[in-house]
């Protein structure tokens, strides 16, 4: 018996093709900006309007995902006693882990930061984003698995991190761990899977970071 045939809505590719020097031009100065990113250990408490984070997450959702689920969930903290509650649930677990979590050689790499286990910044910085990945979800109590949920949700947070630097703000990827707390901070399901601490505002005037370069295209690429 022939089966019913389904079908699903194209619909045409928005796409204007550029002239080869035009792209030159334009890879090159994204290049030259998206490089100025660097990551701020010192904010400011300066006012963000909501708009630019709204803006920056929906530039985030334009990330591929694995079957377009976009399994992921971005909490955005801006109320004072959530974001003490949590500078004190994080600053708990990175004095384990600086006393002792932590490998020598880890703390080693970790020297030229010259970061410990005081988080001011945590309260100091108008937004922290905590950014949460979804393996899975219960929809009318079923349970409705996700695909590729950390790499979907990894491509969203980089998408977020270079639209907010582009918008004129500063990040930092907090990750301490574990970072579960997040989820009895948050009230987030216990399968949402927290990720990063994302800290979003203005650097302090004297803001210094590390001086470090990066890579050299040849070292991290193999054309072939
Ligand atoms: C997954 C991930 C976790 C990170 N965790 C922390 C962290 O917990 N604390 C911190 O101060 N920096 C953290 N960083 C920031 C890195 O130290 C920083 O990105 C790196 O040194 C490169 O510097 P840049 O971002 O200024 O280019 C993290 C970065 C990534 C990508």
Known sequence: MEQPKVKFPFIKLDFIEKQPLDMIQTSEQLKNKLCKRRTVRSFSDKHVDKKIIENCLLAASSAPSGANKQPYQFVVISNPALKEKIKFAAEKEEKLFYEKRASQTWLNDLKPFNTNDQKPYLTQAPYLIAVFAKPFDFINDKKVKYYYPIESTG???????????????????????PLNFLNEILGQPKQYKALILLVVGYPTKDTVVPDQGRKKLFEFTKFI
């Open 155 to 177: 491509l969203a947070t980089g998408t977020l991190i270079s639209a907010l630097h582009l918008s004129g703000l500063a990040t930092l990827t907090h990750t301490p761990s």
